[in-house]
């Protein structure tokens, strides 16, 4: 396979010598890839720059991207600080090893050294280029003719060193060395370019891990994994949507368990006043019964003592009548009489039973209820004077279910006017007078 279409290299990697000697680079790291798939071994050049690390895997966004699915989309960062290249593993699916010794988190190198991606046949050796030319600067320290020469060695430490030896220069060897004005501007320049390109590279590569991390989120959270995605991608976008899902049906059960909450107490609300709506129509009922029952009990005795006031004055008038008729007229008495016992007997019951019935209304508390006791009261009423309002309605042929609740006050409201009135001196006189007083 051809080396191009295998592996793509970002801008910062330098492809061959021809290109690193033209980069003016002091410091840089050999890359050198083998693999199966390649014809032959590819080689390439990282310069050592501090806080931006080297991206390696198989996504397009690395700064060498090894298109080999065992290897995870970003599988390790090369890490150069403090005059030193470490090695990170970016959580990678299958790992990756160090003389068969897996690589956990950071750690630094030891170079030269190879790297092996898990159970990928791809492997990457690392190894510090070792230059051997130098730029050599006359600085002239003395009128004599010992000269000091000046070495700045292409190496990772990025400094100068001083060789005092005092070799005797002669020729055209002492017309190539550089006046000290001329090293200083050069210096001054490459110490110039090295800190901007530094600046431009951290800039970089922090628009990039943005960019990164936002591809990282629609990659994993996206419905629709990519066609490219890796094992540990979707490994972990697997992970990630079964506990959306888990925790969709938790909530959708629990949404359906408060809508069936909701309409059993809906429902049972429903009955419940359905239940209250027949209790207070049948407690109507009754009472309503029970005046009617009074009422023909009433008649009833009326007419037997009519019955009596009529026999007893023709007993005085007709003293002749015969005695077959007046022995009809005692049973008939006898009769209506017995018959008036057994509705008093009934009316009774009734009434016992309406008052047990109401006794049982007041445990579910209905509010349209005002029975005694079972209502709130007026503040400003007494219990003796609001159960003689009641008793006066119940009279009166008015069910104390019916009774709206502006019934109290409105009574109260004429108790008050009629206390303050002339009329309550003159009515407790006039009971006194008739001897009404209990």
Same mark, same amino acid.
């Given at each position: 396979?051809?080396?191009?279409?295998?592996?793509?290299?970002s801008? @910062?990697?330098?492809?061959?010598?021809?290109?690193?000697?033209?980069?003016?680079?002091?410091a840089?790291?050999?890359?050198?890839?083998n693999?199966?798939?390649?014809?032959?071994?590819?080689?390439?050049?990282?310069?050592?720059?501090?806080?931006?690390?080297?991206?390696? !895997?198989?996504?397009?966004?690395?700064?060498?991207a090894?298109?080999?699915?065992?290897?995870?989309?970003?599988?390790?960062?090369?890490i150069?600080?403090?005059?030193?290249?470490?090695?990170?593993d970016?959580?990678?699916?299958? !790992?990756?090893?160090?003389?068969? $010794?897996?690589i956990? !988190?950071?750690?630094?190198?030891?170079?030269?050294?190879?790297?092996h991606?898990?159970?990928?046949?791809?492997?990457?050796?690392?190894?510090?280029?070792?230059?051997?030319?130098?730029? @050599?600067?006359?600085?002239?320290?003395?009128?004599? /003719?010992?000269?000091?020469?000046?070495?700045?060695?292409?190496?990772?430490?990025?400094?100068?060193?001083?060789?005092?030896?005092k070799?005797p220069?002669?020729? =055209?060897?002492?017309?190539?060395?550089?006046?000290?004005? +001329?090293?200083? =501007?050069?210096?001054?320049?490459v110490? *110039?370019?090295?800190?901007?390109?530094? *600046?431009?590279n951290?800039t970089?590569?922090?628009?990039?891990?943005?960019?990164?991390?936002d591809e990282?989120?629609?990659?994993?959270?996206?419905?629709?994994?990519?066609?490219?995605?890796g094992?540990?991608? =979707?490994?972990?976008?697997?992970?990630?949507?079964?506990d @959306?899902? *888990?925790?969709?049906?938790?909530?959708?059960?629990?949404?359906?368990?408060?809508?069936?909450?909701?309409?059993a107490?809906?429902?049972?609300?429903v009955?419940?006043?359905r239940? &209250?709506d027949?209790?207070?129509?049948?407690?109507?009922?009754?009472f309503?019964?029970i005046?009617e029952? +009074?009422?023909?009990?009433?008649?009833?005795e009326l $007419?037997?003592?009519?019955? &009596?006031?009529?026999?007893?004055?023709?007993?005085s008038?007709?003293?002749?009548a015969?005695?077959?008729?007046?022995?009809?007229?005692?049973?008939?008495?006898?009769?209506?009489?017995?018959?008036?016992?057994? $509705?008093?007997?009934?009316?009774q019951?009734?009434?016992?039973?309406?008052?047990?019935?109401?006794?049982?209304?007041?445990?579910? $508390?209905?509010s @349209?209820?005002k029975?005694?006791l079972?209502?709130a009261r007026?503040?400003?009423?007494?219990?003796? +004077?609001?159960?003689?309002i009641? /008793?006066?309605?119940i *009279?009166?042929g008015?069910?104390?279910?019916?009774?709206?609740?502006?019934?109290?006050?409105k009574?109260?409201?004429?108790?008050?006017?009629?206390?303050?009135?002339?009329? &309550?001196?003159k009515?407790?006189?006039?009971?006194?007078?008739?001897?009404?007083?209990?």
């Amino acid at each position: 396979m051809n080396n191009d279409a295998f592996i793509a290299y970002s801008p @910062r990697i330098i492809k061959n010598e021809s290109a690193l000697s033209q980069s003016g680079i002091v410091a840089c790291l050999c890359l050198e890839i083998n693999a199966s798939a390649l014809s032959q071994p590819a080689r390439v050049y990282v310069e050592a720059l501090t806080d931006q690390p080297v991206s390696i !895997g198989r996504g397009a966004n690395n700064d060498m991207a090894i298109a080999d699915i065992a290897i995870s989309r970003q599988h390790i960062y090369l890490i150069y600080e403090s005059e030193r290249w470490f090695i990170e593993d970016s959580n990678s699916l299958n !790992g990756c090893f160090i003389n068969q $010794k897996k690589i956990m !988190g950071k750690q630094a190198l030891t170079l030269p050294c190879e790297i092996h991606f898990g159970r990928s046949e791809t492997i990457l050796s690392l190894s510090l280029l070792e230059l051997s030319n130098q730029v @050599r600067i006359n600085d002239t320290v003395s009128h004599d /003719d010992d000269r000091t020469q000046i070495i700045l060695p292409l190496d990772a430490t990025h400094t100068t060193s001083l060789n005092t030896e005092k070799p005797p220069l002669h020729g =055209q060897q002492q017309d190539s060395l550089l006046t000290e004005g +001329e090293f200083k =501007q050069s210096v001054n320049a490459v110490k *110039k370019q090295y800190t901007e390109q530094v *600046k431009a590279n951290k800039t970089a590569h922090t628009t990039q891990q943005s960019l990164n991390a936002d591809e990282i989120q629609e990659k994993l959270f996206s419905k629709k994994a990519a066609e490219d995605a890796g094992e540990y991608t =979707q490994i972990l976008r697997s992970m990630i949507h079964k506990d @959306r899902k *888990k925790k969709s049906r938790v909530y959708q059960y629990s949404l359906f368990f408060l809508v069936l909450l909701l309409s059993a107490v809906v429902a049972f609300a429903v009955y419940q006043q359905r239940i &209250l709506d027949n209790a207070r129509t049948l407690a109507l009922d009754m009472f309503y019964d029970i005046k009617e029952m +009074e009422i023909s009990l009433a008649k009833l005795e009326l $007419k037997l003592q009519n019955d &009596l006031t009529q026999s007893a004055d023709g007993n005085s008038i007709d003293s002749q009548a015969s005695y077959e008729v007046q022995k009809a007229q005692q049973a008939l008495r006898e009769a209506q009489q017995a018959e008036a016992d057994i $509705k008093r007997k009934k009316l009774q019951e009734m009434q016992e039973k309406y008052q047990a019935y109401l006794k049982k209304l007041e445990s579910i $508390k209905l509010s @349209r209820i005002k029975p005694p006791l079972i209502s709130a009261r007026r503040s400003q009423s007494s219990d003796y +004077e609001e159960q003689l309002i009641l /008793d006066v309605a119940i *009279k009166f042929g008015e069910s104390e279910l019916e009774l709206p609740d502006e019934f109290y006050n409105k009574v109260h409201e004429y108790i008050v006017y009629w206390q303050s009135s002339s009329r &309550l001196p003159k009515a407790m006189q006039h009971l006194a007078n008739k001897n009404y007083a209990p």
